[in-house]
């Protein structure tokens, strides 16, 4: 017998239901990032399409901060989403929550509308604080700025407060501390330096500690929760690679953060500091994911959410191989002296945010469908044998792996042309933008932009559909307890 299962808030608690309004425009955001991700891409490959219409700086530009955005918009919805699980409490703050949401959504809102319809002007104090801060990868104006703040310090509370209230954990304090770093490292890209040396010093820790770092530590928590869930994995297991991933991040990540001042200005010790202590942050949650499952296995536990487990899986992975493998091929000085700012970077950065970010947060994704539709088991028992979500999880992933090799070898012919070859000179780069093998490389860049595309359609048909029929044995729905 069929069981038809429609969406129903009656099954979710307040953390909950905050929690979807942040899933839901995260998926919103996702689209945004790959539709100016593919115009971009094509604009570089053709730079006449759209020209005089949309800049490519812009499509670049709304590409990289939507996907910044909708993976922080996860990320908030996957801890509202565990808060009262894990605090054994009703969320706190519940109106101040929704408010912050509805801060974030309209300062999101108006800061892409006016990169799409303010694409040029002069840079002014005024333009700083209303258009455009001119900061690589971190654009937005002041006042977004400020918002986010004020959105994150918002966050903290609601998470702190409802802990205090509750039940304290191992998860719970490391949760606690990192959302206050969450706000606290983005305060580092709100001032100016006249010395650009010490300017750039201070932008990277944004763009790499609370990019990097901080969400490195709070995706653990996410990993952990979500591990204790699908495959009832030992608490302390995941608990102590919890705090092994945080010492590692406090021993590794923030030297490690050197790497990133090669070729700033700053004292020739970050040579030998940034290539030592680089990549090791992404080792405790693949072990951590191996541990659990190998413990499961003894246990003869099985998994209740067969899509969340299997995207739980890319993301380890993922991680392991984007952020640490392919950043570690690049961290060491006299590799970056040759691969610094050449498509070899955006290999790296490609295949690092997918894998460390945008699985784990699918994950979740499935995770709140699955509740949503009423706690609905999605193991092996799929009326369709989840062909949907298998098809969308190879997709997104042949894509993302493809598009990062193409990258890689256009970044091995400009680091070869360009720096080896012709020694860093205008000549070099544009011998190098015109090789036969770095075009075609561009070419096969964009046949794999294609598939993620297609990927992300299937993804999200089947987070609309997936469930809405379950099978019943003996009368009774295949349910989850609660």
Request: charged content about 10%.
């Amino acid at each position: 017998m069929i069981n038809m299962h429609t969406l129903n808030t009656i099954h979710l608690n307040s953390g909950q239901k905050i929690a979807i309004k942040y899933f839901s425009m995260a998926v919103v955001l996702f689209v945004v990032q790959i539709v100016f991700g593919i115009l971009a891409g094509t604009q570089f490959n053709n730079p006449e399409f759209l020209y005089q219409i949309i800049d490519f700086n812009v499509n670049r530009m709304v590409h990289i901060n939507a996907m910044i955005i909708w993976l922080l918009y996860g990320f908030i919805g996957s801890v509202y989403w565990l808060i009262e699980d894990e605090a054994k409490t009703e969320l706190v703050g519940k109106k101040l929550a929704n408010f912050g949401f509805w801060v974030l959504t309209i300062a999101v809102l108006v800061v892409v509308l006016v990169f799409l319809f303010i694409q040029s002007g002069e840079g002014s104090y005024a333009s700083i604080w209303l258009i455009n801060e001119g900061r690589e990868y971190i654009e937005a104006p002041r006042w977004a700025d400020i918002g986010i703040v004020f959105v994150m310090l918002i966050f903290f509370y609601n998470i702190y407060a409802t802990f205090i209230k509750g039940k304290w954990s191992g998860i719970a304090g490391v949760l606690v501390l990192d959302l206050a770093a969450l706000a606290g490292v983005y305060l580092a890209g709100m001032f100016y330096s006249d010395n650009i040396s010490m300017d750039q010093f201070w932008w990277w820790w944004v763009v790499h500690l609370w990019v990097e770092a901080t969400w490195e530590v709070l995706v653990g928590c996410i990993m952990a929760w979500v591990l204790m869930k699908t495959i009832n994995a030992d608490r302390r297991i995941v608990t102590t690679w919890l705090y092994i991933e945080v010492t590692l991040m406090l021993g590794s990540g923030i030297l490690g953060l050197g790497h990133h001042y090669f070729w700033i200005g700053t004292p020739e010790y970050w040579l030998t500091i940034g290539g030592f202590f680089s990549a090791l942050e992404p080792i405790p949650l693949v072990a951590m994911l191996v541990h659990a499952l190998y413990d499961s296995g003894v246990k003869n536990f099985k998994s209740t959410n067969n899509p969340a487990l299997a995207w739980l899986i890319a993301h380890a992975f993922g991680n392991f191989f984007g952020a640490g493998v392919w950043g570690f091929f690049q961290t060491l000085p006299q590799i970056n002296l040759y691969t610094h700012g050449t498509q070899w970077t955006a290999s790296h950065g490609h295949l690092a945010f997918f894998g460390a970010y945008a699985t784990i947060n699918i994950a979740m994704f499935y995770m709140a469908i699955q509740v949503w539709r009423g706690n609905i088991h999605m193991g092996s028992s799929l009326i369709d044998n989840g062909w949907k979500w298998k098809t969308s999880l190879a997709l997104l992933n042949i894509g993302v792996v493809g598009m990062t090799i193409a990258m890689l070898i256009a970044g091995y012919k400009q680091a070869f042309i360009e720096r080896a070859v012709e020694g860093s000179t205008w000549s070099g780069y544009f011998k190098a933008q015109s090789d036969p093998s770095f075009l075609l490389a561009m070419d096969w860049r964009m046949t794999f932009g294609w598939i993620i595309a297609l990927g992300l359609i299937i993804l999200i048909w089947d987070l609309i559909t997936i469930g809405s029929h379950s099978e019943m044995k003996n009368n009774k729905p295949k349910l989850l307890s609660t």
